[in-house]
């Protein structure tokens, strides 16, 4: 059974930063395309950052420069570095596996919550 753990979150200040992680249990990344995405209160769920096996990126625009997605496969954890957060990006974050060239999440974590103060 795939399982997704997320961590990392927290809250900070405007411009400062946070990396999340995501620990998978076997051969996800291989098998998968990846992404992060995030739900805040009343708002849809987003997707914000992609891989895909081949390690190409996607990003939605308004983190691009400012969030990088990677992933370690030898460790089979998914990373989301994010800089120069704004309030805007005060959200749950959670990490799936996703269909290739969408945005649709499958299995999925639990989510870490991410608050950024003005």
């Known amino acids: 059974q795939v399982q997704l753990v997320e961590s990392g979150g927290g809250s900070v200040q405007a411009g400062g930063s946070l990396r999340l992680s995501c620990a998978a249990s076997g051969y996800i990344f291989s098998s998968y395309c990846m992404g992060w995405f995030r739900q805040a209160p009343g708002k849809e769920r987003e997707g914000v950052a992609g891989?895909?096996?081949?390690?190409?990126?996607s990003y939605v625009d308004s983190v691009k420069g400012r969030f990088t997605i990677s992933g370690d496969n030898a460790k089979n954890t998914l990373y989301l570095q994010m800089n120069s957060l704004k309030p805007e990006d005060t959200a749950m974050y959670f990490c799936?596996?996703?269909?290739?060239?969408?945005?649709?999440?499958?299995?999925r974590g639990q989510g870490t919550q991410v608050t950024v103060s003005s």
């Open positions: 891989i895909d096996r081949d390690g190409s990126t």
């Open positions: 799936a596996a996703r269909t290739c060239g969408t945005w649709r999440p499958g299995y």
